[in-house]
C-alpha cells in the first residue's frame, strides 16, 4: 500500500534549485506546455523516448555531433541503434573544466594523500595520450589496469578513451587468475599496474604477481609501474628494465596537446566483467556515447550533481561504480577518491573524510550501512556535514530498517538513494530523485527514459505485486555485445530469451503505487519452497536484525522433489548456535514474514563467501551444497570461505 509518511520530503528551495526541475522547464518550454510533476516527466521520457534522449543531449551540453538520426530499429530492443549518425569523444566531455581547483582528490586509508587540480589532469591526460599514441595504440585497440581506485587510473581511462582505445581495469585485489581470466580473453596491448597497495593498514606488495600476469598475457607489448606504496615511507622492489615508468613518462612528454578523436555513438568504450563465479566472466563491451548520456543523466537529474560540488563513492576499479563515479567530471564536480578498508584506521575514516573535503554525494554498499549500523556508529553526534545532500546505497538490497538508521544516525536532511542497476547497463533502472519523497525501504523512482515494469509470471505487467524487473522499450546504454560473442547468442540468452523483445534483467521486486520500487534480491537466487517465491532480502532483513547475527546467506536445497530453505549465520561476539536461539531464528521469520520463509535447516559458519565487489555469492553456495564445482572461485575475495560449506551433516 502506498505509504503516508515520508522519511524525508525535499523543501521547496532546494527542489526549485534542483537540476532536475530546470530539464522539467527547459521540456516544458521545447513542448510548450509545463510539466509539473516527475510523474508526467517520466511517462514522456518513455512514451517519446527519441525525444527525452535529444533534450537531454542538449540540457547537458555533451559536446560533439549530435546528427539527425536519433533511433533506428526502435521496436527491436536487441538490435535498436541510438544516434547512428552522432559523432563525440568520451574523455573530451569530462575534460570540459579546466581551472586549478581540485578535480581529484585522493586517500588511501592514511598512508597517502595527494590532489591533482583540473588543469593537471588534462595535461597529465595529454601527456599519457601522447605517449599511448607513440607506441602505435589505436583506436578498437584495448588498454587494460590493474589499478587502486587513484588519480592515476582516471588518468590512464581518459588518456586510452580519448585516442578511441577501449579501456578495461580490475582491482588490485584480484588474484593471478581472477585477471588472467579477464584479461586474457580481450587481449589488451597495454596495462597499467600498480607497485602495490594498503588495505587494513597492511602493505601488499604486488610486483611479483604484475610481472607474472604479464608473462601470462602474451598480447601486452607495453607495461607501465604506476607508484603508490613509493608514495609512502614503503618500498617495493625493483621493476624489470623493460617495464615503463608512470612519472618518466609524464616527465618525457609533458607538453603535449590534446587531440580527441570524435567517433561514433556506438564504438565500444570499456569492456567491464560479470562476477564469474558461475563460469568464466562474461566480457560485457559498452559504448562511448550510451554509457556519457546515461551518467550525465543519473548524475545531474537523479543525483543533482552541479558544478563545484564534491562526489564520492567507496569503490574499487573492479565495481561499475567505478566507471560510475569517474564520469562525474563531466558534470564538472570534483572526485573524492579513497582506496582501502572503510574501517581503516578506525570505524570512521570515511566520514572525517566527508567532513574535512565537504563531499555533497556520499556513496558506498547497503553493506557498509549495515555493517555501520552494527557497529552502533553514529555520525551525526562525531561529525559536521553541511554539504552533503545525497546519500547513495547499492549492491545489495537495503533494508527498511537502514533507511531508519542512516536518518536517525547518519542526517536528517538528506536525500537517500537507494539505487539499482549493474554491470549490464553500467548504470541504473532504478534510482533517488532530489524533488521526491523518501519513503522507508523504497527506491525513490524508474530511472528516466527507462521503461521499467514489473512482470509476473505469465508475462503480465504488475503494479503491488512482486514479479521479474523488466525493460520494455530500448535504452542507449545497453551493451553494444559481449566480446567475443560472435553470433550473439550469449548476449540474447542473458536479456533477451525469457521474455520476447523485453530485456529481463534477473531482478526479483515489487512496483509501488506511489511509483517506488522495492527490491527482494535477484531472481536466480530466489527461493522456491513449495511453488512459493521468496526473495533472499525478506529473510536477511529480519534475520540480521537480531543481536545475535552478524550477517547471513540463504540458498535454497533440493530436497525429496521439491526444494528446502537452508540459512547459514555468523554470530556475533562468539556466540554459540543453540536449539534456543535458533527457534528464536525461525519464530522472528514465521512472525514477521510467514511459515514459508522458515528455514528447514540453521547453520552456524564463520564467514560469508563473497565477490570482490562485496557482494554475497549465493549461487556458488548453492553449488556446493549440492556436490557441483563452482567454477571460477578466483572472481571471489574470500574463496577459501566455501570450503566450510562442503558435506555439511545437517544437509545430508
Known amino acids: ?100 581547483e581540485p578535480a581529484l582528490i585522493f586517500y588511501a586509508e592514511d598512508k597517502v594523500h595527494y590532489n591533482l587540480s583540473f588543469n593537471e589532469l588534462y595535461n597529465q591526460t595529454a601527456a599519457m595520450a601522447a605517449w599511448l599514441k607513440s607506441i602505435g595504440i589505436e583506436p578498437g585497440d584495448r588498454v587494460a589496469a590493474y589499478l587502486p581506485n587513484m588519480p592515476e587510473t582516471v588518468v590512464a581511462m581518459l588518456a586510452a578513451t580519448s585516442i578511441g582505445a577501449i579501456w578495461s581495469s580490475t582491482s588490485p585485489d584480484f588474484g593471478f587468475e581472477s585477471v588472467v581470466d579477464r584479461f586474457g580473453q580481450i587481449e589488451p596491448k597495454v596495462l597499467f599496474r600498480v607497485d602495490g597497495y594498503f588495505y587494513n593498514g597492511k602493505t601488499i606488495d604486488l610486483g611479483e604477481r604484475g610481472e607474472r600476469i604479464i608473462k601470462a598475457l602474451p598480447s601486452i607489448a607495453h607495461d607501465v609501474l604506476v607508484p603508490l606504496l613509493k608514495r609512502s615511507s614503503e618500498s617495493s622492489r625493483p621493476c624489470p628494465a623493460s617495464t615503463e615508468k608512470w612519472g618518466e613518462l609524464l616527465e618525457r612528454f609533458a607538453g603535449s596537446e590534446l587531440q580527441f578523436e570524435r567517433r561514433p555513438f556506438n564504438i565500444p568504450l570499456c569492456i567491464l566483467y560479470s562476477s564469474g563465479t558461475t563460469g568464466k566472466p562474461k566480457c560485457i563491451t559498452h559504448k562511448a556515447g550510451g554509457v556519457l548520456l546515461q551518467h550525465l543523466k543519473e548524475h545531474q537529474l537523479h543525483c543533482d550533481i552541479q558544478p563545484g560540488d564534491r562526489v564520492f563513492y567507496f569503490t574499487t576499479c573492479g565495481w561499475m561504480m567505478w566507471n560510475w563515479l569517474v564520469s562525474a567530471l563531466g558534470s564538472e564536480a570534483s572526485l573524492v577518491l579513497y582506496d582501502g578498508s572503510p574501517f581503516s584506521p578506525d570505524n570512521e575514516i570515511l566520514w572525517r573524510l566527508a567532513e574535512k573535503e565537504s563531499i555533497t554525494l556520499f556513496g558506498t554498499s547497503a553493506k557498509y550501512i549495515d555493517t555501520m549500523k552494527k557497529l552502533e556508529m553514529v555520525p551525526v553526534e562525531r561529525v559536521h556535514l553541511p554539504s552533503l545532500r545525497t546519500l547513495c546505497s547499492t549492491g545489495s538490497v537495503l533494508t527498511p530498517e537502514s533507511f531508519d538508521y542512516v536518518y536517525e544516525s547518519i542526517k536528517r536532511d538528506i536525500c537517500l538513494s537507494s539505487i539499482s542497476g549493474g554491470t549490464d547497463i553500467i548504470s541504473c533502472f532504478v534510482l533517488g530523485n532530489p524533488i521526491l ?209 562442503r558435506d555439511i551433516p545437517e544437509l545430508r
Open 1 to 100: 500500500m502506498t505509504q503516508s509518511k515520508p522519511l524525508w520530503v525535499p523543501d521547496r528551495e532546494r527542489t526549485e534549485n534542483s537540476l532536475l526541475k530546470a530539464f522539467m522547464r527547459f521540456v516544458g518550454q521545447q513542448l510548450g506546455a509545463p510539466i509539473e510533476d516527475y510523474s508526467r516527466l517520466y511517462d514522456w521520457s518513455i512514451s517519446d523516448s527519441p525525444a527525452f534522449w535529444s533534450a537531454l543531449w542538449d540540457f547537458c551540453g555533451v559536446i560533439g555531433d549530435k546528427g539527425v538520426k536519433i533511433l533506428d530499429r526502435g521496436n527491436e530492443i536487441e538490435r535498436a541503434c541510438w544516434f547512428s549518425d552522432a559523432k563525440l569523444n568520451f574523455a573530451e566531455n569530462l575534460l570540459k573544466r579546466r581551472d586549478d
Open 437 to 645: 519523497p523518501v519513503y522507508r525501504g523504497e527506491c525513490q523512482c524508474r530511472g528516466l527514459g527507462m521503461a521499467v515494469q514489473v512482470y509476473n509470471a505469465e508475462g503480465e505487467a504488475v503494479v503491488n505485486e512482486k514479479g521479474e524487473l523488466v525493460c520494455t522499450r530500448t535504452f542507449p546504454s545497453q551493451p553494444v555485445y559481449f566480446w567475443n560473442d560472435r553470433n550473439g547468442n550469449k548476449y540474447h540468452n542473458a536479456y533477451f530469451a525469457r521474455f520476447q523483445n523485453v530485456w529481463y534483467h534477473g531482478d526479483y521486486v515489487k512496483l509501488t503505487p506511489n511509483g517506488g520500487v522495492i527490491i527482494y534480491g535477484r531472481s536466480d537466487a530466489t527461493l522456491n519452497p513449495g511453488g512459493v517465491r521468496i526473495g533472499t532480502a525478506e529473510i536477511y532483513r529480519y534475520v540480521e536484525d537480531l543481536d545475535e547475527v552478524a550477517e547471513s546467506i540463504v540458498v535454497a536445497q533440493d530436497w525429496q522433489n521439491d526444494q528446502r530453505i537452508i540459512l547459514f549465520v555468523v554470530l556475533r561476539n562468539g556466540t554459540e548456535l543453540t536449539d534456543k536461539l535458533t527457534e528464536k531464528i525461525k519464530t522472528t521469520l514465521r512472525e514477521k514474514c510467514s511459515p514459508r520463509h522458515v528455514p528447514a535447516k540453521v547453520v552456524q559458519i564463520d564467514e560469508i563467501p563473497r565477490t570482490k565487489s562485496g557482494k554475497i555469492v549465493e549461487l556458488a553456495v548453492r553449488e556446493i551444497i549440492h556436490n557441483r564445482d563452482v567454477k571460477n572461485i578466483g572472481s571471489l575475495a574470500n574463496p577459501e570461505a566455501l570450503e566450510a560449506f
